[in-house]
T-cell receptor, first 117, second 109 residues
Framework: DGGITQSPKYLFRKEGQNVTLSCEQNLNHDAMYWYRQDPGQGLRLIYY???????QKGDIAEGYSVSREKKESFPLTVTSAQKNPTAFYLCASSIQGAPGRWTDTQYFGPGTRLTVL | QKEVEQNSGPLSVPEGAIASLNCTYS??????FFWYRQYSGKSPELIMS????GDKEDGRFTAQLNKASQYVSLLIRDSQPSDSATYLC?????????FGAGTRLAVHP
C-alpha cells in the first residue's frame, strides 16, 4: 500500500520539551512538506524539502527544525522555542523535484495532533 | 504576499442541490490549481486538479478556472450529506502550494 504515514496520532508535550513528529512516505516522491493547522484556520507551511539533504523555511519556521537524510523520511522537531505548539500537524509529499518548478499535487498523511500540557 | 481567498461559510445547501464554492488568487502567473476536501479532524484529500482555463468534470464535481479573472470554482452536483466538509482551495506557486482558509459546506437533508 503506497502512502504517507505520520506518527504518533496524538502527542502531548510538557513545557520546555522538544518533541519529534515522524513522517514517512513510500510514494517515491521527491518533495515533502510540513504544515500546521489551527482550529478553523487554513494550512500554514512550516518547512519543505525538494531533495535529500536540503530543506527550506516556510512561512512559520520559528521554533521548528527538520532534517531530510533519506528520501522517504522528513521528521519535524517542535522545540521549546515554539511558544504555542498546540495544533494539528500535517505532512505532505509531491512528485516535484527540481527547485523552481511549479508545484504539483500534494498528498497528505493522516496528521498528528499535538497538545501542550 | 501571495494570497488565496475563500468565503469561510458556512455554505448551507439542501440535499440534491448544487453547491458552488469559489476561490480567488493574487499571483497572476500561477499555473496549477487544486481543490481538497477536509472532514473534521481528518487530513485534506484531493478532489480535483485543474491547469487550463475552462471546466473539468469528474463525477459530481466540476472545477472551473478563469486565469484572466484569477478565479477558480468548484461545483458539486446532487449534493449529499456526506459532502459536508471544509473545502480548501490551493494554488501552485514555485516550490509550494498556497492554501486558502477553506469554505465550510453543510448539506442538510
Amino acid at each position: 500500500d503506497g502512502g504517507i504515514t505520520q506518527s504518533p496520532k496524538y502527542l502531548f508535550r510538557k513545557e520546555g520539551q522538544n518533541v519529534t513528529l515522524s513522517c514517512e512516505q513510500n510514494l517515491n516522491h521527491d518533495a515533502m512538506y510540513w504544515y500546521r493547522q489551527d482550529p478553523g484556520q487554513g494550512l500554514r507551511l512550516i518547512y519543505y524539502s525538494q531533495i535529500v539533504n536540503d530543506f527550506q523555511k516556510g512561512d512559520i519556521a520559528e521554533g521548528y527544525s527538520v532534517s531530510r537524510e533519506k528520501k522517504e523520511s522528513f521528521p519535524l522537531t517542535v522545540t521549546s522555542a515554539q511558544k504555542n505548539p498546540t495544533a494539528f500537524y500535517l505532512c505532505a509529499s509531491s512528485i516535484q523535484g527540481a527547485p523552481g518548478r511549479w508545484t504539483d499535487t500534494q498528498y497528505f498523511g493522516p496528521g498528528t495532533r499535538l497538545t501542550v500540557l | 504576499q501571495k494570497e488565496v481567498e475563500q468565503n469561510s461559510g458556512p455554505l448551507s445547501v439542501p440535499e440534491g442541490a448544487i453547491a458552488s464554492l469559489n476561490c480567488t488568487y493574487s499571483d497572476r502567473v500561477s499555473q496549477s490549481f487544486f481543490w481538497y476536501r477536509q472532514y473534521s479532524g481528518k487530513s485534506p484529500e484531493l478532489i480535483m486538479s485543474i491547469y487550463s482555463n475552462g471546466d473539468k468534470e469528474d463525477g459530481r464535481f466540476t472545477a472551473q478556472l478563469n486565469k484572466a479573472s484569477q478565479y477558480v470554482s468548484l461545483l458539486i452536483r446532487d449534493s449529499q450529506p456526506s459532502d459536508s466538509a471544509t473545502y480548501l482551495c490551493a494554488v501552485g506557486g514555485y516550490n509550494k502550494l498556497i492554501f486558502g482558509a477553506g469554505t465550510r459546506l453543510a448539506v442538510h437533508p
